[in-house]
């Protein structure tokens, strides 16, 4: 055996290669996520009186919480059904898998584009209000359903078999399996992925611009479009109404994550 | 029992048997035509768009190639193509050189939940892209591919680090501690024991953060304004905006989207399949 060293390398306490290794992700998510947001909420801040009277800017957040609730309502129980078929024993089940996840997997302005044909010159539906927003709607849900479906599956796999197993010995149907056991242990994992669905609407610039562009006049301006338009310093105000939306989500997450644990 | 109690038993049974036997099958078969519903829907646009990208015109009905040709031009999906591979090249690089040494951080040294770095992603990028543009813009990186590369890996490292710290605690804590004991050292140890044992989980991440990079649009069109720097997440919505560039830029979309979702799922089915030993990960 080889002879043990007496000073103990410098890289060899724990402490300090922590911090050595944390330090490059850590720098750089400060000075790439933490400053930008602190200038535009500074930046921001200055515009927001002027901004705050525009009727455009209530109307786009109004349109982003309706499509965000839409969007979060429509994909849980959608991505739920599609977490099943994702851990069902299927022939071909490689195929199936790359196929149901295509919509994620694509590139998000790439998939709006493919949309924009069906949706647009043989019905029509991006020309008028309704059912450009319909549109919109049924694009994020698409693409989104897999994410969740991913996500809901991993956390179905967590549920331990022997009580699904027992339960089911004890006579319990399927519904009442689901309800009494399986829904209170994938709770935390389904809220936690809720949030990052409605996080990936709300915060979306994609779909609305390459489906809509926002129109027709401004019947589908959200506000990360409507920010996008703005400019640097205009944008930064219009986006400092998402801060609200980013904070309940944090918070939503981190209960649930702490419920979770317990 | 006596003999008539037994038969109704026996065919209470077999009634039950049959029954249960139908229901199973019913459940398979209700599950076959919800993944084939959901797979058709899934592919829906794109087939759509293979459809429109052969067409010769209104009219007429066999297809044609020109579409495709055109697409080809070298201003169109080459230049496209070659400024994703080189920026996606680059963020992986960038991200796996910040994530795997904070990955081991978390999962070994016992740091604040790893999790915990995934709510960055939860920003919403026009919080963040009206500051980092004039970032970049006062480093003199405006419009150009490097911008790319010094803000993309915003979106790829939080997600890196946690599914990193997942495969490196699934390295057995021995194998590294007999690497330590053989006078390594840590970092030793790390580069000899741990990064070998987690290089598939660590290679798939590689292939999820280009796929990541690929996609990105926000950002990409945020930051980068000429058509010849645009990947092709934004140069073909914004890029090729000619009418008569409609059915190739359809073409460009299938054949942009399908490797990279192909690669991404790929890569998910890495991380999707039930891994070696119990309570390893996330």
Known sequence: ?262 | MNGVAARSTARALRRRRRRAAAGHVAKRSAVYAVAVCAALLSAAPFLWSLGSAFERGIGRRAPTLAHVRTLLRPALLPTFAVNTLVVGGLVVAVTLALALPAAYALARLGGPAAFGILLLSLVPPPLLLPSQSRIVAALGLADSLWALVLVLPVVTVPVSVWLLAGFVRAVPLDLEEQAMLDGHGRVGAFVRVVLPSALPGVAAVAVLVFTLAAGEFTATLTLVSSVARMPVGTGLPYGATDPSLLRPVRAGTVAAAIPIAVACSLALGRFLAPRSNVGGGA
């Open chain 1, 1 to 262: 055996m080889a002879a043990r060293r007496e000073r103990v390398r410098l890289t060899d306490r724990p402490g300090f290669l922590a911090g050595a290794a944390l330090l490059p992700s850590a720098a750089y998510l400060v000075a790439l996520v933490l400053v930008p947001l602190a200038l535009t909420v500074a930046t921001g801040s200055g515009g927001l009186r002027a901004v705050a009277g525009e009727a455009v800017l209530w109307r786009s957040l109004g349109h982003t919480l309706a499509l965000t609730g839409a969007v979060v309502v429509l994909v849980m129980p959608l991505g739920k059904v599609v977490a099943y078929v994702l851990r069902a024993r299927v022939r071909g089940r490689w195929a199936v898998r790359l196929l149901v996840l295509l919509p994620w997997t694509t590139p998000v302005a790439l998939s709006a584009l493919a949309w924009r044909g069906p949706l647009g010159s043989p019905t029509h539906w991006l020309d008028r209000p309704y059912p450009a927003m319909a549109a919109v709607v049924a694009v994020h849900v698409w693409r989104l359903t897999p994410l969740a479906a991913v996500a809901m599956a991993a956390g179905l796999s967590a549920v331990p078999r022997d009580l699904e197993d027992a339960a089911r010995l004890d006579g319990a149907g399927f519904w009442r399996r689901t309800f009494g056991v399986t829904v209170p242990l994938t709770l935390p994992v389904d809220v936690v992925t809720a949030v990052f669905v409605a996080a990936a609407v709300f915060g979306d610039l994609a779909v609305v611009g390459v489906l809509t562009g926002g129109g027709p006049r401004g019947a589908t301006q959200v506000l990360p479009s409507l920010a996008y338009a703005r400019g640097a310093r205009g944008g930064a105000a219009v986006a400092l109404f998402l801060l609200p939306l980013l904070l309940a989500a944090v918070a939503v997450v981190l209960r649930a994550v702490r419920r979770g644990e317990a």
